[in-house]
């Protein structure tokens, strides 16, 4: 093979690896900012706060159960957030939009930035 056969392989394979690279999806960008829910009694509830939450997923609130809820959402992010009554971003939803909160009349198991 000569030479100017091999540069230009050389060149194309080169070309091709960074085409390859940023023509890859990006992993699924945050929220900035924060989100703040209650969970427990409106009387001895406990704070939670999520800082630069993920987007794009729904997420189940760890400590919700079928008896307990999460409620009065603070999304102090960027993105906007529907708040689901059910698991798995099932059952009845919420708007509650960026840098907005909502009253402990809200209560939800599940979310999804977006």
């Known amino acids: 093979m000569s030479t100017p056969t091999r540069l230009r392989h ?3 394979s080169v070309a091709s690896v960074f085409v390859l690279v940023f023509a890859l999806p990006s992993p699924a960008s945050a929220a900035t ?3 703040q829910y209650r ?3 409106p009387v001895g509830d406990t704070l939670h706060e ?3 939450p993920a987007s794009a997923a ?5 400590e919700a159960t079928d008896l307990k809820a999460a409620h009065s959402p603070d999304n102090g992010t960027n993105g906007q957030l529907p708040v689901f009554r059910g698991f798995n971003c099932s059952g009845a939803d919420t708007a509650v939009p960026a840098g907005e909160s909502r009253g402990a009349g809200v209560r ?3 979310f999804l930035f977006s």
């Open 10 to 12: 050389a060149t194309l």
């Open 33 to 35: 900012g924060f989100f």
């Open 39 to 41: 969970i427990g009694l």
């Open 50 to 52: 999520l800082i630069d």
């Open 58 to 62: 729904c997420t189940n609130v760890e």
């Open 108 to 110: 939800f198991r599940s």
